[in-house]
């Protein structure tokens, strides 16, 4: 199976930057489209940006502006970049993929472990 790892995360004041990695630990997989998501203390959670294997990009309004999602030329790792961070910006933050085994034709999605990002006041 995929294992997703995520790290990068950390406490930091409002204003401060962070960026988020999230590696494949198999080389033999193919991942299609890349994700980040979040979930605040009480809350659901919510998608914040994704990448597909082609570049395209999408963000929640939250984050536009403020976030910044890309991947690797091998597509195994994708990076958030968040700028002007702000205290409702402090959750747990997941990688998730969507990809296959080389040689598999179906597809399935992937989810790391999660890593914190706590932004104060």
């Known amino acids: 199976q995929v294992l997703l790892v995520e790290s990068g995360g950390g406490s930091v004041q409002a204003g401060g930057s962070l960026r988020l990695s999230c590696a494949a630990s198999?080389?033999?997989?193919?991942?299609?489209?890349m994700a980040w998501y979040r979930q605040a203390p009480g809350k659901q959670r919510v998608l914040v940006a994704t990448?597909?294997?082609?570049?395209?990009?999408t963000y929640a309004d939250s984050v536009k502006g403020r976030f910044t999602i890309s991947r690797d030329n091998a597509g195994n790792t994708v990076y958030l970049q968040m700028e002007s961070l702000k205290p409702e910006d402090t959750a747990v933050y997941y990688c998730?993929?969507?990809?296959?085994?080389?040689?598999?034709?179906?597809?399935?999605?992937?989810w790391g472990r999660g890593t914190q990002v706590t932004v104060s006041s």
């Open positions: 990448i597909t294997s082609g570049g395209s990009t």
């Open positions: 998730a993929a969507n990809g296959r085994r080389a040689g598999v034709m179906i597809t399935r999605d992937y």
């Open positions: 198999r080389n033999d997989f193919i991942i299609n489209t």
